[in-house]
C-alpha cells in the first residue's frame, strides 16, 4: 500500500455518492417508464389457441402417469395422431415468422417499444454519467486483482502506473448497472428480476412461431412412457392411515 | 384467466418408487423467493458492514462466508429446523444465491469500504 | 410487516451513522497522523446492534414458508372456489331473499 | 383453491365482522380472492363501505372494484336497485369501458331479459371475441334458462379454443354430471386431474363419477382414486374414507365366484378403523349408525 494514492473528499461527496444514488434512482424510474409503456395488445386467435393446445398438451406430458392407462392413450392419439391430431401440423403451412412479422406492423411496433425501452436509457444514463463524471478515479476495489482487469476497471483515464485495483469513475458506472440488481429485486420485487441481459435474449427469440412449438411438443408426447401411478397411491394411503389409527 | 388457474399447483416427481414425492410448487416458489430477498437484503447488509471496518482482501471473502453462513442457520431456524416439509432438499437452502449475492455484497463493500476508507 | 420494516430501516439508519462516526474519526487520524488499526469500539458495537436488526428484518420481512405437502395442515385443500364466472342469478335466493333495504347513497 | 388455513381466517374474518369488528375490507378482498359466494354479506358491508365517504377514500383506487363486486353480489341477492346504482357510478367514472358493459349485460341477465342480455353480449364478442368472462356468461346464460344442452354446446365450443382453461373444464363436468352424463364427466374430471395432479378434490370428484359408472373395472380404479385422494388429504376426508369401504364392498359382490386370488390388502379396514376413530372424536352420538353401516358392508372388525 506504499503507492496510495490520495484523493479528495469531494470526489467522494460529489462524485461517487452522487453516481450511486443516481445510478438507483434512474433504475427505479426505468421501472416505472418501461410498466407504463407495456401494452396489451389483444393476440390473435389462432395464437391464443395454439397456445392454448401447447399447456394442455404440457399438462398431459407431465402429469401423463395420474390417469388410467386407456384414458391417456386416447389422448395421446387425440393430440398427435398423423392425420387430424390437434399438434399435428401439416407440413408447408407453418407461417414463416419473419413474413409474419413483416405483415403485422403491430408486431414490429411492439418490438421497437420493446428495443427503445431498453437502449434509450441506457444510452441516456451511459451519456449523462459520461457527461457529469468522467475522468476520475473515484473508487478502489478492496482486494487486489491482476492487470487484466485495467481495461475494465480504469475504463476512461489512460494511466498504467495506477494500480489496478482503483477504479475510474465511467467504470464505476458499469459495475453498478451489474451489482445493483439485488438491490432493486428488493426494492421493486421480483418483476425487475428480469435484467438486461435476460431481455436481450428474449429480443433474440421475437417472432415466437407457435407451430414450432406444436411440434417440440408433439414430439416429446410421443416418447413418454405411461406408467399410471395410481395402484402405488393404494399402499401410501394405507400408510398414512395406518399412521392415523395408531 | 385461463393461464391463471393453470400455474396454481403443478407436482414434481422425484423418480423414487414408493417414497414419491409431490410437492406444492406454488409453495415451494414462494420460499425460494423468500430465501433470495433474506440473503441478498443480509448480504447487502454484510458488504456495508465489511466496508465500514475496513476489511481487504481475503478477509472480506471470509466475511462474505460467515454472513452467509449466519443467514443460511437464521433462515434454518425460521423453518424451524425442519428443512423437509419446506423445501426439497438442503440444496436450495445452503447454495442458492451464492453467486449472484456475491455481485451485491461486492458492491456494497467497495462502496462502504470507498466512502469510509480511501478519501 | 411493518415491524420489521421499522426495524430494518433503524438497522440501516444505525448502520449508517456508524459509516459516519468512521468517517470523523479517520479525519482525526489524519489530523493526529496516526495509523489505522480498527474503527473504534462504539462503532464496531453500532455495527453488532445494526446487524443483528437488519437480520431480524431481513428474516421477518420477505413473508413466511409454507409447507409444500399437498397433505400438510396448511395445504389441505377443503374446497373448491365456487365458480363464479359461471355464476347464475336464476336461483331461489330470487324469491327468498326480498329486495334489501340497504341502498346506495348518492 | 381453498385451503383449510384460508378457510380458518375466513371463518375468523367473517364472524368477526359480523360482529362489528372492524375488517370489513379485510374480509371482501379474501372473498374476492377465494371466490366465495357469499353475496349477501358481500353487499352488506360493501354497502357500508361505499356509504362512508371515510372509509371509501381510505381503499383508494380499490373502490372501483369494490363497486365491481358489490354490484354483482347485489345482482346475486336480487336488488336490483342496488346494482343499477353501482353502475351507474361506474359508468360515469370509466364510460365505454368492456368491463362496465359486461356488468350492464348482467344486469339484463339477472332481470331475466334473456334476449336483450344475449345481444349485449353478443356486441361485446363483435368487439373482442376473445373475450372469456362474456363466452362464460353466455353458457352461465344458457345454464340459468335451463338449457342444460345448450350450455353445453356453448361450453364445447368455447373449450375447443381455451383449451387450458380449468374453470371451464370443471363446470362442464357438473353440468354433464348433473345429466348423468357420467362418461363424459369422467373426461372432464380427467382433464382437471392433469392440469393440477396434486389436488385432492378432483381425483375425489373423479373416483365418485367412475364408483357411479359401475362395473368391476371402473370401482377398482375409483378405489384407487380415492385412496390417492386420502394420500394428499393426509386421511382427513371423511367422503374419501366411505368411498373407500364402499368401493371395496362393491369389489367383493362383483368379483364374487371370479379369481379370489388377488390379494386384497387392508387399506379398507384401516379406513374402517380411522372412520370409527373420527367419529368417535367428533360426533360420538352417530357413531351406532356408522358402526352398523359398516356391519352391513362386512367391513366392521
Not at chain 4, 182 to 202: G, N
Request: charged share 20%.
Amino acid at each position: 500500500m506504499a503507492e496510495d494514492l490520495v484523493l479528495d473528499t469531494t470526489i467522494r461527496d460529489w462524485v461517487l455518492i452522487p453516481l450511486s444514488v443516481v445510478m438507483v434512482l434512474i433504475g427505479i424510474l426505468r421501472y416505472f417508464v418501461s410498466k407504463l409503456i407495456r401494452t396489451f395488445q389483444n393476440p390473435d386467435g389462432k395464437i391464443v389457441k395454439e397456445g392454448q393446445v401447447v399447456i394442455r398438451a404440457r399438462n398431459l406430458r407431465s402429469s401423463a402417469d395420474f390417469i388410467p392407462p386407456k384414458s391417456f392413450r386416447a389422448r395421446r392419439t387425440y393430440y398427435s395422431n398423423e392425420e387430424n391430431g390437434i399438434l399435428h401440423v401439416p407440413k408447408g403451412q407453418a407461417p414463416n415468422p419473419q413474413a409474419q412479422m413483416f405483415s403485422d406492423p403491430n408486431m414490429a411496433m411492439d418490438m421497437m417499444k420493446k428495443n427503445l425501452s431498453m437502449i434509450i436509457p441506457q444510452t441516456l444514463t451511459f451519456a449523462f454519467v459520461n457527461f457529469f463524471f468522467s475522468g476520475f478515479v473515484a473508487a478502489k476495489i478492496p482486494f487486489p486483482l491482476t492487470q487484466r482487469f485495467r481495461s475494465m476497471l480504469q475504463n476512461g483515464i489512460d494511466l498504467s502506473t495506477v494500480d489496478v485495483s482503483y477504479v475510474s469513475s465511467r467504470s464505476w458506472y458499469f459495475l453498478n448497472l451489474f451489482g445493483l440488481r439485488g438491490l432493486f429485486s428488493l426494492i421493486l420485487g421480483e418483476e425487475n428480476a428480469m435484467d438486461d441481459t435476460q431481455r436481450m435474449m428474449q429480443m433474440g427469440g421475437f417472432g415466437f412461431d407457435p407451430s414450432k412449438s406444436l411440434g417440440a411438443e408433439k414430439d416429446s408426447l410421443d416418447i413418454v412412457q405411461h406408467d399410471w401411478v395410481l395402484p402405488k397411491f393404494e399402499q401410501r394411503a394405507e400408510a398414512v392411515l395406518r399412521k392415523l389409527a395408531k | 384467466m385461463a393461464a391463471d388457474g393453470n400455474s396454481g399447483v403443478f407436482s414434481q416427481k422425484l423418480k423414487g418408487d414408493f417414497d414419491a414425492q409431490y410437492i406444492n410448487a406454488k409453495n415451494a416458489l414462494n420460499n425460494s423467493k423468500v430465501i433470495y430477498y433474506s440473503r441478498t437484503f443480509m448480504l447487502i447488509v454484510g458488504g456495508i458492514i465489511a466496508g465500514i471496518l475496513g476489511f481487504t482482501g481475503l478477509t472480506g471473502f471470509i466475511f462474505y462466508f460467515l454472513v452467509f453462513a449466519v443467514t443460511t442457520v437464521g433462515l434454518t431456524a425460521k423453518a424451524k429446523f425442519s428443512i423437509h416439509s419446506y423445501f426439497d432438499g438442503w440444496n436450495s437452502v445452503l447454495f442458492d444465491g451464492f453467486l449472484g449475492g456475491l455481485m451485491s455484497f461486492v458492491l456494497f463493500w467497495t462502496f462502504a469500504y470507498d466512502s469510509v476508507h480511501i478519501f | 410487516m411493518g415491524l420489521g420494516l421499522t426495524v430494518g430501516l433503524l438497522g440501516v439508519l444505525i448502520l449508517s451513522h456508524a459509516a459516519y462516526s468512521t468517517i470523523q474519526y479517520r479525519g482525526l487520524l489524519k489530523i493526529t497522523e496516526e495509523e489505522f488499526s480498527g474503527p473504534p469500539i462504539n462503532v464496531v458495537l453500532e455495527l453488532i446492534l445494526g446487524f443483528l436488526l437488519c437480520m431480524y428484518a431481513g428474516l421477518t420481512v420477505p413473508g413466511n414458508f409454507h409447507s409444500i405437502h399437498p397433505s400438510s395442515e396448511e395445504n389441505r385443500i377443503v374446497s373448491l372456489p365456487e365458480n363464479l364466472d359461471f355464476m347464475i342469478f336464476n336461483h331461489r335466493g330470487r324469491v327468498a331473499l326480498s329486495d334489501s333495504d340497504m341502498k346506495l347513497k348518492l | 383453491m381453498v385451503t383449510k388455513l384460508d378457510e380458518t381466517e375466513l371463518k375468523r374474518l367473517e364472524s368477526q365482522v359480523e360482529h362489528g369488528g372492524g375488517g370489513a375490507w379485510e374480509y371482501l378482498c379474501l372473498v374476492r380472492k377465494l371466490k366465495i359466494r357469499r353475496s349477501d354479506k358481500v353487499l352488506k358491508h360493501g354497502l357500508l363501505i361505499l356509504n362512508d365517504p371515510k372509509k371509501r377514500s381510505s381503499i383508494g383506487d380499490e373502490e372501483w372494484t369494490l363497486y365491481e363486486q358489490v354490484a354483482i353480489a347485489a345482482m346475486d341477492c336480487n336488488s336490483l336497485d342496488t346494482a343499477r346504482d353501482c353502475i351507474n357510478v361506474l359508468s360515469k367514472k370509466f364510460p365505454e369501458s368492456k368491463r362496465v358493459g359486461r356488468l350492464e349485460a348482467m344486469l339484463l341477465e339477472a332481470k331475466g331479459c334473456w334476449e336483450e342480455a344475449e345481444n349485449a353480449y353478443s356486441s361485446l364478442l363483435e368487439d373482442n371475441p376473445l373475450d372469456q368472462v362474456v363466452h362464460k356468461r353466455k353458457v352461465a346464460m344458457a345454464k340459468a334458462e335451463g338449457d342444460l344442452l345448450k350450455a353445453i354446446e356453448c361450453l364445447s365450443k368455447y373449450l375447443k379454443v381455451f383449451m387450458a382453461d380449468n374453470d371451464a373444464w370443471r363446470e362442464l363436468a357438473e353440468i354433464y354430471v348433473s345429466l348423468q352424463m357420467y362418461k363424459q364427466a369422467a373426461f372432464c374430471y380427467e382433464e382437471l386431474i392433469l392440469a393440477q395432479p396434486t389436488v385432492p378434490v378432483y381425483h375425489l370428484a373423479y373416483a365418485d363419477v367412475l364408483y357411479t359408472l359401475g362395473g368391476l373395472e371402473n370401482i377398482q380404479t375409483a378405489k384407487k382414486y380415492y385412496a390417492a385422494t386420502i394420500d394428499f388429504t393426509g386421511g382427513k376426508n371423511t367422503r374419501a374414507l366411505y368411498g373407500v369401504c364402499l368401493c371395496t364392498a362393491a369389489i367383493g359382490q362383483l368379483a364374487k365366484g371370479r379369481n379370489k386370488d388377488d390379494k386384497e390388502g387392508e387399506l379398507h379396514t384401516l379406513a374402517a378403523k380411522v372412520l370409527e376413530k373420527d367419529y368417535k372424536y367428533r360426533a360420538p352420538d352417530k357413531l351406532p349408525l356408522l358402526t352398523s353401516t359398516l356391519k352391513t358392508l362386512k367391513l366392521s372388525s
